[in-house]
Structures are given as structure tokens and as C-alpha cells.
């Protein structure tokens, strides 16, 4: 069973939701969790043992339930999947989802994203990160736990390869300006694409359950592409 994540920093990024798990989603994480569920220990990962083989490794922060996830291992199989998420019901339902397409590239981590950054990433070794709709923290008072901030972005850079991208997406009109901000002030990357759209034209990406959602209510989407400098 996945370790819950520990009380290390004082300002998180994330709530750390129950919800309701289902019987499925409670089976999956009991009987899947041995085949696709990775610790979260001080321990650096070693992604050729990790996956059993050597071949370009892409992390997702925050998965949400693990639809896209999933998808993205089942449609580049030449690339394997790391992806962290706090939300065990959303967990149990990307288990069991990788169960039916059958996705041996593809591991979970249920922990505080930055944790894992800091203790379990070596650097230099992730060809892509991808951070799809986080939490925007729409409240002035809130804004402090946004977790696009200059430390993070060079968290991120620090565990990319040379020329390894970062994908970012929001359907928040203030936190793509938050972004922005933070990306004015960024020397760890250069921007390749910043695309603003209606849900038609994601950048490199499939659509999210999150994204539906926003477009429900009105919302612009952006992305975008970041590559390391």
C-alpha cells in the first residue's frame, strides 16, 4: 500500500483530499499497488531498474485519476511513465486502469511532489515533465502555495536532461498570469510555445478531466512548453 505523505514542509502545494474510494479503487490499491506502486523513501531512484530497461522518462505531477496518464503510456510505449499523485482514490483509478491496457511502463509514487523531486530524482535524468491543471489557489491569501515558483522551476531543470521539456496547462486566467510572472524572472528555461486556446488545440497533449471541466465553465485553456537552457 502506498506510504501517506509525510508533514516535512510548512507551506504545501496541495490539500490532501480523501473523497470516497470506491470497492474497486480500494481492491486496486491493495492487489496493484506491488506492481506499479513505487515507495516514497530517501532512496535515489534508478529508472533502468525501476522499469527494467533503459529508455526516456517522463514524470506527471499531480495525475489527478490517471486517465491521461495511462493514456500516455499506452500510446508511446518507447517511453516510460513516473507519475505522482496524493489523491488515493485517483490513484486506485489509474491502477486499475493500467491493469486493463496493460502499461509495464508505467509506475506511481503517492507523495509530496517536491519530496520526491528533492530525495528520490537523481538530476539529470527526466526527458520530460509534465504539470497538468494544478491547484490555482484562486485566493489572494492562498497564492503562496502555488507550486509554479522560481524554486521550483529550478527543481525541475535540475532533474531534466540537457534540452528536457516542461509542459505546463491551466484553465485559470490568474494563475496563467501568475506563470507568466514567474517565467519573466526564470533563467533555467526558455520558452518554446505559449498557446492559449478553447480546448482545441492542447499542446502535446491529450485532454484532461480537469480541462473538461474548466471549458464547462467558460474557461480559456493555455499551455505551456518550456525547454531546459
Known amino acids: 500500500m502506498p506510504t501517506p505523505p509525510g508533514n516535512y514542509r510548512t507551506i504545501r502545494s496541495f490539500v490532501r483530499r480523501t473523497g470516497k474510494m470506491t470497492s474497486g479503487q480500494a481492491s486496486a490499491l491493495e492487489s496493484l499497488w506491488p506492481v506499479y506502486g513505487v515507495e516514497a523513501t530517501s532512496g535515489t531512484l534508478n529508472f533502468a531498474t525501476l522499469f527494467g530497461r533503459s529508455a526516456p522518462v517522463v514524470l506527471e505531477i499531480g ?14 510505449p518507447e517511453r516510460d511513465y513516473l507519475g505522482i499523485e496524493v489523491h488515493l482514490p ?9 491493469e486493463k491496457e496493460g502499461a509495464s511502463n508505467l509506475r506511481i509514487i503517492t507523495h509530496d511532489a517536491i519530496d520526491v ?9 527526466l526527458d520530460r515533465v509534465n504539470l497538468y491543471f494544478p491547484d490555482p489557489w484562486p485566493k489572494k491569501r492562498h497564492r503562496k502555495r502555488r507550486i509554479v515558483q522560481l524554486e521550483f522551476l529550478k527543481q525541475i531543470a535540475q532533474k531534466l536532461r540537457q534540452d528536457g521539456d516542461f509542459f505546463i496547462a491551466t484553465d ?31 499542446l502535446d497533449r491529450v485532454t484532461t478531466r480537469f480541462e473538461r471541466r474548466g471549458l464547462g465553465k467558460g474557461h480559456a485553456i493555455w499551455d505551456w512548453q518550456l525547454r531546459r537552457v
Open 63 to 76: 495525475f489527478g485519476n490517471g486517465d491521461t496518464l495511462v493514456t500516455q503510456a499506452h500510446e508511446h
Open 90 to 98: 485517483g490513484v486506485g483509478h489509474c491502477l486499475m486502469q493500467a
Open 117 to 125: 523531486l528533492a530525495g528520490q530524482i537523481a538530476d539529470s535524468t
Open 172 to 202: 485559470w486566467a490568474g494563475y496563467a498570469e501568475h506563470i507568466d510572472a514567474v517565467l519573466a524572472l526564470d533563467a533555467c528555461f526558455t520558452l518554446v510555445e505559449r498557446r492559449r486556446h478553447a480546448g482545441d488545440a492542447p
